[in-house]
């Protein structure tokens, strides 16, 4: 995709999901999502043609003055959006697929130190919520929710919501859940 057309995609992405989002040339400035996601993409590019020290050196870089760590093997789709930065690791076989979007805090890390694929794998359209950490290699369906602070170890299926430690998954649609807790526990 032509780096111009990736750029504007990237502003009007910012402007969508965030309320506070002003005009594209502050969003360009102050946005360090956008510079963790633009810093990234390079970086991939490094890594995928064997440049993996520079690819390391400019995501350390990165993480210096963003406070965004992404492992420059991770694959990140398009309209991936970080808001407010700071704060979040994505591990090395992480993939993330379209129209994803993260709060601070989050962590997409492994649970193995062995070199296999052990890290998420976000499908297109997931947020996720400030501070939560999805462990291992689990897929978190498409258009899913994951709840701030939650702690996920287990697959999130499609258009479902994961919150609390270790993570409930409750179908999004409010008609078709039940309560996290049975309230007779406590009567
Ligand atoms: C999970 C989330 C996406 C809500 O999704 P939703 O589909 O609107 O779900 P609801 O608000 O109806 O909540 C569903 C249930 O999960 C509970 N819940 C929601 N968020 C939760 C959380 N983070 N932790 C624990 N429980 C949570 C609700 O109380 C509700 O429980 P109930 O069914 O027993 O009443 C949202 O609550 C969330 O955490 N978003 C992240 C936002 C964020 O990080 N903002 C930072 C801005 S700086």
Redesign the pocket.
């Known amino acids: 995709m032509n780096i111009l057309k990736m750029i504007r995609e990237d502003l009007a992405n910012a402007r969508e999901h965030d309320p506070a989002a002003r005009g594209d040339v502050e969003n360009a400035v102050v946005y360090s999502g956008l510079h963790a996601i633009w810093a990234h993409r390079v970086a991939h590019q490094l890594w995928q043609r064997g440049w993996k020290g520079p690819a390391r050196i400019l995501a350390q870089a990165t993480r210096f003055l963003t406070g965004v760590e992404i492992h420059p093997g991770a694959t990140i789709g398009r309209r991936f959006f970080i808001?407010?930065g700071m704060g979040i690791v994505i591990g090395e076989t992480t993939e993330i697929g379209d129209g994803v979007m993260l709060?601070?805090g989050v962590t997409l890390g492994g649970q193995v130190l062995t070199q296999t694929k052990r890290h998420p794998t976000i499908e297109d359209g997931v947020?996720?919520?400030?501070?939560?950490k999805v462990l291992g290699p689990i897929t978190i369906g498409k258009d899913s929710?994951?709840?701030?602070?939650?702690v996920v170890t287990k697959p999130v299926p499609a258009n479902h919501?994961?919150?609390?430690i270790p993570a409930k998954n409750?179908p999004?649609d409010?008609e078709h859940?039940v309560?996290?807790?049975d309230p007779d526990y406590f009567i």
Do not use: M
């Open positions: 808001d407010h709060y601070h947020v996720i919520g400030a501070g939560a929710a994951i709840g701030a602070n939650a919501v994961a919150v609390g409750l999004r409010p859940r309560k996290l807790v």
